[in-house]
């Protein structure tokens, strides 16, 4: 991991924050980080203090003005450098990402060349914020100017733990924030690894640092600093609360959260289709996606042959196909939820793989309770009947959530009966439900999503404000 500076020669090796980009051992607890592959210690972190997170903001509000000034060319220019040293590195940070998390490592590769092209798309987004303009009747010129938030916070997961990120930090920094980025403790070294890259682009000293720290450490300085312009967090409903109740109530925040998403398969629908449909909709990335499918709703009269199908591809799916689950504790938390629900399904299909992996699993007619409620995030999946698009509809909207929803069909008419009432920001038809293009938004409902969404403009908007000017011109 020649990519990363660290604090000291020892092994295994000791990092630290990147504090306005400069490396340093941060003042809060060493945290000790893993391998998903061989359990091998890979580092320890020395994380940040409260303390350390003021400095960042000291540092981060110091930079503002000039990096907010900046001409727009020389922004670009910047995370176009930082795009191609990604590409460069993909390797080596896919590496990083496949020790800290699972994924395998030409999965973790291709994140990092995507996270890229994120960077890419945002670099020309100056040229694409601008303001409005407004004749009155009262002789005045009227227009705005789009500003940025100011000093942002980013709080990003592990499931991806590059392009997520990316999605936030490119948005932001090329609207002319500076930024705070706290990636998920077992995503570290790849957080690290992005301010490092982002540093040797030529992002100026003082615009982003990476705040690597426990929540319970660090919140209150992150959340309660009066130089906070805005906060963007991926992640959990609960997570979302905590940050809420810390935020002053005139801070801009954003959040996209889980989703217990239902994948309905009618009917008429191409079994080949619905079977490739499903599969990449509830297991790539081991399930460990908020949009995956968490509840599968089939008509019952072709329930038993979509499960033959189902059931024959867990048989042949070879053993950890998508890696492996991003913890331990992740991966006993799900066995647990399953044993404790057991006798709420009338069958558990999975297959034994063995050494810390799980393979595709189907519930068969859950009862009801928490597994058709709260989301598993593994490749767990229940399975329900349905008899009509009236009680598939229902049956999709019966949780909290409301990020994803999708339906497999040749009926053009029930596709449009389901996509006009499922209670989801997203509906997706014949198609998979995860893989969300960063140019595009996704605003989850319900307890999956707060705030205007993220992707493409909507990113732009968040992380900016409008400022509204009025003009008279002065009279000779």
């Not at 350390?52 to 930079?63: K, M, Q, Y």
């Not at 007619?365 to 598993?376: K, R, S, T």
Request: proline share 6%; aromatic share 6%.
């Amino acid at each position: 991991m020649t990519l990363l500076e660290t604090i000291s020669v020892d092994q295994p090796p000791e990092y630290g924050i990147l504090l306005a980009g400069e490396p340093v051992g941060g003042g809060g607890p060493t945290l000790e980080l893993t391998s998903r592959q061989n359990a091998a210690v890979i580092g320890r972190v020395a994380s940040a203090s409260a303390a350390d997170v003021t400095t960042a903001f000291d540092r981060a509000s110091a930079a503002l003005p000039a990096w907010k000034a900046m001409l727009p060319s020389e922004r670009a220019g910047i995370l176009q450098r930082a795009a191609t040293l990604f590409r460069e590195r993909a390797e080596e940070i896919g590496a990083i990402i496949s020790d800290e998390m699972g994924k395998p490592r030409g999965e973790a590769a291709t994140e990092v060349g995507k996270g890229a092209a994120i960077l890419d798309y945002f670099a020309q987004a100056p040229y694409r914020k601008t303001g409005d303009a407004w004749l009155t009747d009262t002789g005045e010129d009227v227009f705005t100017i789009v500003e940025p938030l100011g000093v942002v916070a980013l709080i990003t997961p592990w499931n991806f733990p590059f392009t997520l990120p990316m999605r936030k930090i490119a948005a932001a920094l090329s609207t002319g924030n500076t930024v705070l980025f706290k990636p998920a403790t077992n995503a570290g070294l790849c957080g690290l690894a992005i301010g490092r890259t982002l540093a040797d682009a030529g992002l100026p000293d003082g615009v982003m640092s990476v705040i690597l720290g426990q929540s319970s450490v660090i919140q209150e300085a992150l959340f309660r600093d009066p130089r906070l312009g805005g906060v963007s967090l991926t992640g959990s409903y609960p997570t979302a609360e905590v940050i809420r109740q810390l935020l002053p109530v005139e801070v801009p925040f954003q959040a996209e959260l889980g989703g217990k998403n239902a994948l309905v398969v009618w009917a008429d629908a191409d079994l080949d289709l619905a079977t490739d449909v499903v599969w990449a909709s509830s297991f790539r990335n081991n399930g460990q996606i908020c949009t995956s499918c968490g509840r599968l709703l089939v008509h019952e009269s072709i329930a038993p042959r979509l499960l033959d199908r189902l059931r024959e591809r867990i048989d042949s799916a070879p053993a950890g196909e998508y890696g492996i689950l991003s913890s331990t504790s992740e991966f006993d938390k799900i066995r647990d939820t399953i044993a404790r629900n057991r006798d709420q399904v009338s069958e558990v299909v999975d297959a034994d793989w063995g050494d810390g992996r799980m393979s595709p699993t189907l519930l068969v007619n859950p009862a009801g309770g928490e597994l058709i409620e709260e989301e598993i995030f593994g490749p767990v999946i229940t399975i329900e009947t349905v008899g009509s698009i009236e009680e598939a509809i229902d049956q999709a909207n019966a949780t909290a959530y409301g990020l994803t929803a999708g339906i497999v069909t040749n009926d053009l008419e029930v596709a449009k009966t389901f996509w006009s009432r499922a209670n989801a920001g997203l509906v997706k038809v014949n198609v998979p439900l995860t893989g969300t293009p960063f140019h595009i938004p996704l605003r989850g409902w319900g307890h999956s999503g707060v705030g205007p969404g993220e992707g493409g403009e909507v990113s732009l908007d968040f992380f900016t404000k409008k400022k509204a000017v009025y003009l008279r011109r002065p009279t000779a």
